[in-house]
T-cell receptor, first 108, second 114 residues
């Protein structure tokens, strides 16, 4: 499973786009990039995942570089409710390994 | 759909006591996992199941047992609780789309062992 590296914390102004980076330079060809978030003490919430193409859903967009060594999760219009810990995970199969994630603070 | 439900929400156990944490999902997902979350440690998988009747160990299985008799339920049993098992426990269900898996987590059980 590829190791991922994320900044410890980030700030974002309410209404602006939040861009959360993730490095996964050792990712292999069959490993997906997943993003989850955990708001306060709730259970983690699935956001989005992708293999090599950019992906978009109602929550976020995922931009994966052509060499697949890094990705960016984009929350287009961050709200105060998006304050959470965001986890980037790169792996194949059913295994899931959560690191420390990025703590995103959305400020009014 | 209720999604993934867990009971109880909170519990206090004494060292050496036993208890079962309940997990149920109504999404007809095949895959179920138990995780524990400790401060500074992230989430670590305890046990998982890919189908009824099939279970396997995760990263931190010692002190825990699981069973899977049907698709919906995946109880986690602590036979003789220890203070080191004080944690927040999450159950997650998943289905596969090709070779990708999205996991859906329950609200958690906060367990304290004194």
């Amino acid at each position: 499973d590829a190791k991922t590296t994320q900044p410890t914390s980030m700030d974002c102004a309410e209404g602006r786009a939040a861009n959360l980076p993730c490095n996964h330079s050792t990712i292999s060809g069959n490993e997906y990039v997943y993003w989850y978030r955990q708001i306060h003490s709730q259970g983690p919430q699935y956001i989005i995942h992708g293999l090599k193409n950019n992906e978009t859903n109602e929550m976020a967009s995922l931009i994966i570089t052509e060499d697949r060594k890094s990705s960016t999760l984009i929350l287009p219009h961050a709200t105060l409710r998006d304050t959470a810990v965001y986890y980037c995970i790169a792996l194949g199969g059913f295994k899931t390994i959560f690191g420390a994630g990025t703590r995103l603070f959305v400020k009014a | 759909n209720a999604g993934v439900t867990q009971t109880p929400k909170f519990h206090i156990l004494k060292t050496g006591q036993s208890m079962t944490l309940q997990c149920a999902q109504d999404m007809n997902h095949g895959y179920l996992s138990w995780y524990r979350q400790d401060p500074g440690m992230g989430l670590r998988r305890i046990h998982y199941s890919v189908a009824a009747g099939i279970t396997d160990k995760g990263e931190v299985p010692d002190g825990y047992n699981v069973s899977r008799s049907n698709t919906e339920d995946f109880p986690l049993r602590l036979e003789s609780a220890a203070p080191s098992q004080t944690s927040v426990y999450f159950c997650a269900s998943s289905y596969s789309r090709g070779s990708s898996y999205e996991q859906y987590f329950g609200p958690g059980t906060r367990l304290t062992v004194t």
